[in-house]
């Protein structure tokens, strides 16, 4: 079965950086678009970034451009974001998905257009 789990989490002052994480198995990896939402306690879930299947292509909201990277490692089905200058408005729960776009360099960003989701990891950024 798909699965996409998270790791990296944690907690940080502002202006830290964190790495996370999302490993995926039971699927084949290097046709899946992966992108990474969040969603902050008594908000709703947000769109961070995504990154194409191939990993040439990336899109990112605006509130996180300049501070965070996504990248892939289809080697090792896993997808990372590079979070820096971290802002205690970035406290969320962060989940990684997974949305099968084959060979098409597409950068999906609705959360409807993903097909596997993982439990998310926590990241609280501290003032």
């Known amino acids: 079965q798909v699965q996409l789990v998270e790791s990296g989490g944690g907690l940080v002052q502002a202006g830290g950086s964190l790495r996370l994480s999302c490993a995926a198995s039971g699927l084949t990896f290097s046709t899946y678009a992966v992108g990474w939402f969040r969603q902050a306690p008594g908000k709703e879930r947000e769109f961070v970034t995504t990154?194409?299947?191939?990993?040439?292509?990336?899109y990112y909201a605006n509130f996180v451009k300049g501070r965070f990277t996504i990248s892939r490692d289809n080697s090792k089905n896993t997808v990372y974001l590079q979070m820096n200058s971290l802002k205690p408005e970035d406290t969320a729960v962060y989940y990684c998905?997974?949305?099968?776009?084959?060979?098409?360099?597409?950068?999906?960003?609705?959360?409807?257009?993903?097909?596997?989701w993982g439990r998310g990891t926590q990241v609280t950024v501290s003032s």
């Open positions: 990154i194409t299947s191939s990993g040439r292509g990336t």
């Open positions: 998905a997974a949305d099968q776009t084959g060979a098409a360099e597409i950068v999906p960003r609705r959360g409807s257009e993903y097909d596997y």
